[in-house]
């Protein structure tokens, strides 16, 4: 196994907020787009909502994660990138959902595993969590305080439409955030899981 330092999920904010810059209309029509629509077209009783949509860059089919053995690629059929935000206050969370080919899903599932237990090395692993939310498989990390960038990394795992979700949850500046320590950070966390995923699993129910 090769011998590689641990990457923290804080501190990686330029990264992670670097959003392709094409129009919600071209994700619309991208192949794909009908399975990953119902991540996108969600709203939250309390305020939050998706303020930007972009589907990947043109010629993009794959992107590389760290892992404890070394770098591995995801091929990808489909990704949307989505910012979530409360009213006046900055982003509250990146998300991406990729549909991933079907021939290979376990081995490239296997491949995030193996990212998250990488990352894992220097960030907390929540577990509280329940083995499922929704019928999503859910696998997330916090930091440690409100220190630094994004503050979780949460994987969502929908294994009968091989769709993964990669959510970070930013931190922003006091004064533009809907929580001002870790405990209202993890409530708040919390029920964003919660909603996010019984709006998916409502979207996915209503005809294309």
Same mark, same amino acid.
């Given at each position: 196994?090769?011998?590689?330092?641990?990457?923290?999920?804080?501190?990686?904010?330029?990264?992670l907020?670097?959003?392709?810059?094409?129009?919600?209309?071209?994700?619309?029509?991208?192949?794909?787009?009908?399975?990953?629509?119902?991540?996108?077209?969600?709203?939250? !009783?309390?305020?939050?909502?998706?303020?930007?949509?972009?589907?990947? @860059?043109?010629?993009?089919?794959?992107?590389?994660?760290?892992?404890d053995?070394?770098?591995? %690629?995801?091929?990808?059929?489909?990704?949307? @990138?989505?910012?979530?935000?409360?009213?006046?206050?900055?982003?509250?969370?990146?998300?991406?959902?990729?549909?991933?080919?079907?021939?290979?899903?376990?081995?490239?599932?296997?491949?995030?595993?193996?990212? #998250?237990?990488?990352?894992?090395?220097?960030?907390?692993?929540?577990?509280?969590? @329940?083995? *499922?939310?929704?019928? #999503?498989?859910?696998?997330?990390?916090?930091?440690?305080?409100?220190?630094?960038?994004?503050?979780?990394?949460?994987?969502? #795992?929908?294994?009968?439409?091989?769709?993964?979700?990669?959510?970070?949850? *930013?931190? !922003?500046r006091?004064?533009?955030?809907e929580?001002?320590?870790?405990?209202?950070?993890?409530?708040?966390?919390?029920?964003?899981?919660?909603?996010?995923?019984?709006?998916?699993?409502?979207? %996915?129910? !209503?005809?294309?």
């Amino acid at each position: 196994m090769r011998n590689r330092p641990a990457i923290s999920i804080l501190g990686t904010t330029a990264l992670l907020l670097s959003i392709a810059g094409t129009s919600v209309l071209a994700a619309q029509s991208m192949p794909g787009a009908a399975v990953l629509a119902p991540y996108s077209s969600c709203q939250f !009783q309390d305020g939050l909502r998706v303020v930007r949509v972009d589907p990947l @860059r043109p010629g993009v089919t794959s992107r590389s994660v760290e892992t404890d053995s070394g770098p591995r %690629q995801i091929d990808m059929q489909a990704g949307l @990138r989505m910012l979530f935000a409360y009213p006046s206050t900055d982003y509250y969370a990146n998300v991406k959902a990729e549909l991933l080919p079907a021939a290979n899903y376990p081995q490239l599932k296997q491949f995030l595993l193996d990212e #998250f237990q990488y990352l894992s090395h220097r960030d907390k692993v929540n577990v509280t969590l @329940r083995s *499922l939310i929704n019928g #999503f498989e859910v696998h997330g990390l916090d930091g440690k305080n409100l220190k630094g960038g994004p503050l979780g990394f949460y994987l969502l #795992f929908d294994d009968s439409a091989n769709v993964v979700t990669t959510i970070y949850l *930013l931190n !922003q500046r006091p004064k533009r955030r809907e929580f001002q320590s870790m405990e209202e950070y993890s409530d708040l966390r919390d029920r964003f899981l919660n909603s996010y995923t019984a709006c998916i699993r409502t979207n %996915q129910k !209503q005809p294309h």
